[in-house]
């Protein structure tokens, strides 16, 4: 199971972490603001090389110049997948580019120990992914160790269980994901069954994986406050024009 062998990593990465970080300088700015700022479609752009999906989705180059297209073409946040493996990520991208953008950053990995939770911090993101599937029980636990830390937990949930659960984390922004982790299929009614029961619970709801047209976010206006997209716009040749046309759709 693939999904098992990126968690294992993720847990061999962190007895390699050094034991303490250099504090960040930079002042959060808010993903939930930002998504619910948006005058357009609220557009989180992610960078995203590779992935087990897909194997390698676009030729590495430098993160600054894809992030600005992103940022030209309306992104309202960036998301950055900085695990190495099977994404082919790199933590450094995020302070390599964090001076140069003025939208948050969430930092996208596979997050299973705290001490990932200061590195986080310190590399001068804004947000962090959590995802309900791999931090089980934990999973308050860890949205409030992000929240202590000023890192703004972004959880993720692909079914109604682990949506009841997000609803007593404390996590504001639940990103609903369509792809499931274990089988790598992508079901857009995902975001339709489960965001309903989120927004009335008030909570910021991102729709997130599968999204490859325009016509994908306005079949999901009506459900999700945001939509988080990779590989629809890392595999296009003008991003920029890629990540516009799911703004204005
Ligand atoms: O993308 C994968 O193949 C994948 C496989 C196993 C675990 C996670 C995976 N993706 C992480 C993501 O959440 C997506 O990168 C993100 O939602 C964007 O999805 P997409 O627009 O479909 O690239």
Redesign the pocket.
């Known amino acids: 199971m693939?999904?098992d062998d990126?968690v294992s990593c993720s847990h061999r990465r962190v007895s390699s972490l050094p034991d303490s970080f250099p504090s960040s300088t930079h002042v959060p700015i808010s993903l939930r603001e930002a998504i619910l700022q948006a005058r357009n479609n609220a557009v989180i752009a992610?960078l995203?090389f590779a992935?087990?999906?897909?194997g390698i989705i676009r030729e590495k180059q430098q993160p600054a110049d894809i992030s600005e297209d992103m940022i030209l073409g309306g992104c309202c946040a960036l998301?950055i997948?900085t695990e190495p493996d099977?994404?082919h990520g790199c933590p450094d991208t995020i302070p390599a580019i964090r001076n140069s953008v003025n939208v948050p950053i969430l930092r996208?990995d596979f997050i299973v120990n705290e001490h990932q939770l200061d590195e986080t911090k310190s590399l001068g993101a804004d947000a962090v992914l959590l995802i309900s599937s791999v931090l089980g029980n934990e999973t308050g636990h860890f949205v409030k160790e992000a929240q202590k830390r000023g890192l703004e937990p972004l959880l993720?949930v692909h079914t109604r269980k682990e949506a009841k659960q997000a609803m007593d984390s404390g996590a504001e922004v639940v990103?609903i994901?369509?792809?499931d982790?274990r089988t790598?299929r992508?079901d857009l009614s995902t975001t339709k069954n489960i965001a309903p029961m989120l927004k009335d619970a008030g909570l910021t709801v991102v729709s997130?994986?599968?999204?490859v047209w325009p016509c994908d976010i306005r079949s999901l206006h009506r459900y999700a406050d945001g939509f988080?997209?990779?590989?629809?716009i890392?595999s296009s040749n003008n991003p920029r024009k890629r990540v516009e046309g799911f703004v204005y759709a």
């Open positions: 693939i999904l990126i992610e995203k992935s087990p999906s897909r998301s997948l099977f994404f996208k993720e990103g994901n369509n792809r982790l790598f992508t997130a994986s599968g999204m988080l997209i990779g590989s629809s890392m």
